[in-house]
């Protein structure tokens, strides 16, 4: 089944929700950057979540969160342009947790929670907007869900989770995002508490095969589907791109690169792309400098 994400709207219980499968373009993530399950899975969360933000908003503005926990995996990052594609990279992909309890992937261990999480939006305006909130539990969910009361003021429900099986192969990813609106009711919040004990995780509800649109109907009978929207792991990284990143290194250091190594070699921290400068190509930036 291909990625995808709905948004839709439940009128009866004064909320909009988002849902989303993000399977293939985390194994893709996986396959590039050589993830261990834990880091998979702190990724694969913080993808899902980023790519129905990004569907929250009108117009096709970037979107970046950034997230660093002080645990072992580092910083991750993860940017949309809310077109429905992605792209992101952990630290440290090599970080691999199972709490002793459960046996499952301990992502709150790996992220860690003595740090932030960060929302920028640039709307093209002079000034990005800027959300950063401390981080709850470093398991993803709980900490979207705290940085959208605490910097929106949206009361909502954030799952996220990702399955992996015993050869590191991704089984399952995606999540569903349900925010309260303004004339929401006491009810309306108690109807969805409810319906939140118990319910069982989302990974394991889209590897038994329910869509997006079933998981929401898990949940709400009459939830009225407004929009879906394909979703793709997609760098837009470029030998151009690379080489004006190189100007910033100054000339010394690139006339260092020529005589030293006669050339260097770049790598795309997002889909570990590798470009390669020679001389020639290193001579030529020299001049674009000057």
Not at 45 to 62: D, F, H, I, P
Not at 116 to 131: A, N, R, T, W
Not at 149 to 178: C, H, K, R, Y
Not at 202 to 226: N, R
Request: charged share 25%; glycine share 8%; hydrophobic share 40%.
């Amino acid at each position: 089944m291909k990625d995808y994400l709905v948004r839709g709207i439940v009128e009866s219980k004064n909320c909009r929700v988002f849902a989303c499968q993000t399977t293939n373009l985390l194994e893709e993530a996986r396959a590039k950057h050589g993830l261990w399950p834990t880091a998979s899975a702190a990724l694969g969360r913080v993808m899902s979540a980023t790519l129905m933000m990004g569907a929250m908003n009108k117009n096709n503005e970037k979107m970046t969160i950034t997230i660093n926990g002080g645990g072992p995996i580092g910083t991750i990052l993860a940017t949309t342009h809310s077109d429905g594609k992605i792209k992101a990279f952990v630290a440290n992909p090599e970080v691999h947790y199972t709490y002793n309890d459960t046996g499952k992937l301990a992502v709150g261990v790996a992220v860690g929670k003595e740090g932030s999480l960060q929302v920028i939006k640039d709307m093209g305006l002079k000034e990005p907007f800027v959300g950063t909130v401390p981080l709850q539990s470093g398991e993803i969910g709980d900490d979207f869900s705290y940085y959208f009361m605490a910097s929106e003021q949206i009361p909502s429900v954030v799952s996220v989770g990702v399955l992996v099986n015993d050869t590191n192969e991704i089984l399952s990813s995606g999540g569903f995002i349900i925010q309260l609106l303004p004339n929401a009711t006491d009810e309306d919040i108690q109807f969805i508490e409810e319906r939140m004990k118990d319910f069982p995780p989302v990974s394991a509800l889209i590897h038994e095969g329910k869509t997006p649109e079933d998981i929401l109907k898990v949940i709400f009978e009459d939830v009225e589907i407004l929009a879906t929207q394909d979703l793709f792991f997609e760098c837009d990284c470029s030998k151009d791109k690379m080489a004006t990143a190189l100007m910033t290194v100054g000339k010394d250091e690139i006339q260092a690169m020529i005589d030293e190594d006669h050339g260097c070699e770049m790598k795309c921290q997002f889909c570990n792309e590798k470009y390669q400068f020679n001389e020639d190509d290193l001579n030529e930036i020299l001049k674009e400098i000057d």
